[in-house]
T-cell receptor, first 112, second 115 residues
Framework: DAKTTQPTSMDCAEGRAANLPCNHS???????VYWYRQIHSQGPQYIIH???NNETNEMASLIITEDRKSSTLILPHATLRDTAVYYC?????????????FGQGTELSVKP | GAVVSQHPSRVICKSGTSVKIECRSL??????MFWYRQFPKQSLMLMAT?????????EQGVEKDKFLINHASLTLSTLTVTSAHPEDSSFYIC???????????FGPGTRLTVL
């Protein structure tokens, strides 16, 4: 399974964009990048996923580099409720049923 | 379809008893569900993959006779912690795979405390 590397923690000012980086230099061609976040004592919440192209939804944008070795999750206007642990996960081939292996994630603190 | 529920949300039991946790996908069918465990200040650890109508696949180091998994329908998987001990106290989280959206959705978790 491809491993990911994320900063342990980050701070962001409320109202500003939060850019969360993730390195996945050993990613294979058929492996997707998924982002989830976990607010304390809750189950992880799905944010976004992608393979090669940049993706955007109502929550965030995902920018994947052309060589696919890294990606950035962008929360365009961070609020205090975005304070959470953010997990970048490389999922193995779908034949394995979408198995996800969680790393340590990035603890994002949004400050007033 | 992205809603997954768990029941109970919190359970306290005596050492040596068994506890059953239910995981339901409410608005989609899931042939595959997953069970995770999370200790304080740690990340989620995958315990097993639950496939509807077949035996679960356990991750290395997870005792299959202690953590019984049943996936009897496309919307329900259960995890039974047998002969629970204090070291089994943890936050148990399930997820369900939605093949249509190609995404796993997580339940809210179950806090198990074994006295």
């Amino acid at each position: 399974d491809a491993k990911t590397t994320q900063p342990t923690s980050m701070d962001c000012a409320e109202g500003r964009a939060a850019n969360l980086p993730c390195n996945h230099s050993t990613i294979s061609g058929n492996e997707y990048v998924y982002w989830y976040r976990q607010i304390h004592s809750q189950g992880p919440q799905y944010i976004i996923h992608g393979l090669k192209n940049n993706e955007t939804n109502e929550m965030a944008s995902l920018i994947i580099t052309e060589d696919r070795k890294s990606s950035t999750l962008i929360l365009p206007h961070a609020t205090l409720r975005d304070t959470a642990v953010y997990y970048c996960i490389v999922r193995v081939d779908q034949n394995q049923g979408g198995k996800l292996i969680f790393g340590q994630g990035t603890e994002l603190s949004v400050k007033p | 379809g992205a809603v997954v529920s768990q029941h109970p949300s919190r359970v306290i039991c005596k050492s040596g008893t068994s506890v059953k946790i239910e995981c339901r996908s409410l608005d989609f069918q899931a042939t595959t569900m997953f069970w995770y465990r999370q200790f304080p200040k740690q990340s989620l650890m995958l315990m097993a993959t639950s496939n509807e109508g077949s035996k679960a696949t356990y991750e290395q180091g997870v005792e299959k006779d202690k953590f019984l998994i049943n996936h009897a329908s496309l919307t329900l998987s259960t995890l039974t912690v047998t002969s629970a001990h204090p070291e089994d106290s943890s936050f148990y989280i399930c997820s369900a795979f939605n093949g249509y959206t190609d995404t796993q959705y997580f339940g809210p978790g179950t806090r198990l405390t074994v006295l």
